[in-house]
Nanobody, 122 residues
Framework: QVQLVESGGGLVQAGGSLRLSCKGP????????MGWFRQAPGKQREFIAV????????YYADSMKGRFTISRDNAQNTVYLQMNSLAPEDTAVYYC???????????????WGQGTQVTVSS
């Protein structure tokens, strides 16, 4: 059963940009805080950013250093992740997820997409 669907991943050269999209069910999407996470091969899942239900508030992991921007459009049931100045170490599977609480912890998110691959070449 698919509740969240990510898209927009692919191949990009170092220094380039990508915008990821995540579409959810219209009936409940706006009731969730939405987060982005990533997982590289052999590494733990890493928090990137979270945006509040109405889009008023955002919070970013310090390690993102302003390169990533989260946004949402509840009319389209979609959350976005704009990624700039990409580097090979950003290569990972990127996931969106929904939580009822304001949190950075992956275990607190109850709805997950299947992920989209981002590969950054040198």
């Amino acid at each position: 059963q698919v509740q969240l669907v990510e898209s927009g991943g692919g191949l990009v050269q170092a220094g380039g940009s990508l915008r990821l999209s995540c579409k959810g069910p219209g009936g409940t999407f706006s009731t969730y805080h939405m987060g982005w996470f990533r997982q590289a091969p052999g590494k733990q899942r890493e928090f990137i950013a979270v945006i509040s239900q109405s889009g008023t508030y955002t919070y970013y992991a310090d390690s993102m250093k302003g390169r990533f921007t989260i946004s949402r459009d509840n009319a389209q049931n979609t959350v976005y992740l704009q990624m700039n100045s990409l580097a090979p170490e950003d290569t990972a599977v990127y996931y969106c997820a929904g939580a009822r609480m304001w949190t950075t912890l992956s275990d607190d998110y109850e709805n997950w997409g299947q992920g989209t691959q981002v590969t950054v070449s040198s």
